[in-house]
T-cell receptor
Framework: DVKVTQSSRYLVKRTGEKVFLECVQD?????MFWYRQDPGLGLRLIYFSYDVKMKEKGDIPEGYSVSREKKERFSLILESASTNQTSMYLCASSLTLLRQSSYEQYFGPGTRLTVT | KQEVTQIPAALSVPEGENLVLNCSFTDSAIYNLQWFRQDPGKGLTSLLLIQSSQREQTSGRLNASLDKSSGRSTLYIAASQPGDSATYLC????????????FGTGTRLQVFP
């Protein structure tokens, strides 16, 4: 079974703090994703990584950065947390289409971040 | 740009009812379509994935159909149970990058005893 884990289920941070959210997958997936989910707005892609040290901006990258130094780990960084970054953050991973005939994305349990 | 819409946004039904959740997408050139379930405060769990060449997929009491030409998919839940209460999301690969998914905003389902 594919397993995607996230470092924290709940996190409370203060405005201006630097925040690290960690995601680890154990299935040798090339692709990893960070989303945020807000009521009424659905899931929005923040960043996407298709290989180690490779990244691509999603729909809402402002205020975020990412790091992928190892294939299994993808980190989301809030350089200076703000209250409008209070949200549910979801990590996902998948094989690249080059390695599979059917495409499927697997999600972690989510991190509920509150910035006060 | 691909857009995905789900109707209704919320649904409340008594236990035992058969129900249909709808998903519409604007561009029919999709590679596949995926249905997910999300329990409150949790991550997403994949339920069914339908390839573009398929018309439907079944898993237990769930049946998902796909009509590419009309840009629609439906998720049919038979004999609903309180344990089916969750938010259901559909997603299709982005047109320009099929490794990315475009999600609908979901249908929040409540099944009461």
């Amino acid at each position: 079974d594919v397993k995607v884990t996230q470092s924290s289920r709940y996190l409370v941070k203060r405005t201006g703090e630097k925040v690290f959210l960690e995601c680890v997958q154990d299935m040798d997936h090339e692709n990893m994703f960070w989303y945020r989910q807000d009521p009424g707005l659905g899931l929005r892609l923040i960043y996407f990584s298709y290989d180690v040290k490779m990244k691509e901006k999603g729909d809402i990258p402002e205020g975020y950065s990412v790091s992928r130094e190892k294939k299994e780990r993808f980190s989301l960084i809030l350089e200076s947390a703000s209250t409008n970054q209070t949200s549910m953050y979801l990590c996902a991973s998948s094989l690249t289409l080059l390695r599979q005939s059917s495409y499927e994305q697997y999600f972690g349990p989510g991190t509920r971040l509150t910035v006060t | 740009k691909q857009e995905v819409t789900q109707i209704p946004a919320a649904l409340s039904v008594p236990e035992g009812e058969n129900l249909v959740l709808n998903c519409s997408f604007t561009d029919s050139a999709i590679y596949n379509l995926q249905w997910f379930r999300q329990d409150p405060g949790k991550g997403l769990t994949s339920l069914l994935l339908i390839q573009s060449s398929q018309r439907e997929q079944t898993s237990g009491r769930l049946n998902a159909s796909l009509d590419k030409s009309s840009g629609r998919s439906t998720l049919y839940i038979a004999a609903s149970q309180p344990g089916d209460s969750a938010t259901y999301l559909c997603a299709v690969p982005a047109l320009y990058n099929t490794d990315k998914l475009i999600f609908g905003t979901g249908t929040r389902l409540q099944v009461f005893p």
